[in-house]
């Protein structure tokens, strides 16, 4: 009897990389974070006004610099507002605030006059600063991945260094969670 011949092997498909968690997410805004006791690196942007800020400017000052994605939006708002509330006692512990996005000068004028925010909101719509910062990089939405503003935020001593960073962002008790920060320092 002749020998039966061997079925052809079914190919095997490689097995899917799993999909990225929010935790692994976290995990890459993490590692591209500036580490604590690294010098600031310098910047000059323009802010709403059209006036040039650089962080050289601010030596002797306590400095709060926070990337958001976009004016208006609804994260940004919150986050945005409870600097504004908290802003007071941000200024009595000799703080600076500056919020830093891709946006041009005039969403920031209408951004800055909509919710009456008393501080800076500097333009980089280059993303040059960010990068430099770790906050420009992959981001992913419904399964799409595209490049854009990490919400991060450093706090930055009065001799220019990276006193404290905060990869993740509560929007809604950032401010606060930066006070807290501040008075533990």
Same mark, same amino acid.
């Given at each position: 009897?002749?020998?039966?011949?061997?079925?052809?092997?079914?190919?095997?498909?490689?097995?899917?990389?799993?999909?990225?968690?929010?935790?692994?997410?976290?995990?890459?805004?993490?590692? =591209?974070?500036?580490?604590?006791?690294?010098?600031?690196?310098?910047?000059?942007?323009?802010?709403?006004?059209?006036?040039?800020?650089?962080?050289?400017?601010?030596?002797?000052? =306590?400095?709060? *610099?926070?990337?958001?994605?976009?004016?208006?939006?609804?994260?940004?708002?919150?986050?945005?507002?409870?600097?504004?509330?908290?802003?007071?006692?941000?200024? @009595?512990?000799?703080?600076?605030?500056?919020?830093?996005?891709?946006?041009?000068?005039?969403?920031?004028?209408?951004?800055?006059? @909509?919710?009456? *925010?008393?501080?800076? *909101? *500097?333009?980089?719509?280059?993303?040059?600063?960010?990068?430099?910062?770790?906050?420009?990089?992959? =981001?992913?939405?419904?399964?799409?991945?595209?490049?854009?503003?990490?919400? %991060?935020?450093?706090?930055?001593?009065?001799?220019?260094?990276?006193?404290?960073?905060?990869? @993740?962002?509560?929007?809604?008790?950032?401010? =606060?969670?930066?006070?807290?920060? %501040?008075?533990?320092?």
């Amino acid at each position: 009897m002749p020998a039966k011949k061997a079925a052809p092997a079914k190919a095997v498909k490689p097995a899917k990389a799993p999909k990225p968690t929010k935790a692994a997410a976290a995990d890459s805004t993490e590692s =591209k974070l500036l580490k604590v006791g690294a010098k600031a690196p310098a910047f000059s942007l323009k802010n709403t006004e059209g006036k040039t800020v650089k962080l050289s400017d601010l030596k002797g000052k =306590k400095v709060v *610099l926070y990337f958001y994605p976009k004016d208006m939006t609804p994260g940004c708002t919150v986050e945005a507002c409870g600097f504004r509330d908290d802003y007071a006692q941000l200024k @009595k512990r000799g703080v600076e605030v500056i919020g830093v996005s891709g946006d041009d000068q005039q969403s920031h004028q209408k951004f800055t006059e @909509k919710y009456s *925010l008393p501080f800076t *909101l *500097l333009s980089d719509p280059t993303h040059e600063m960010m990068e430099k910062y770790g906050a420009w990089g992959e =981001k992913s939405l419904y399964g799409r991945k595209f490049m854009g503003v990490l919400r %991060i935020t450093y706090i930055i001593d009065e001799e220019g260094r990276v006193a404290h960073a905060f990869g @993740k962002v509560k929007t809604d008790t950032h401010s =606060k969670d930066v006070i807290a920060a %501040i008075d533990s320092m």
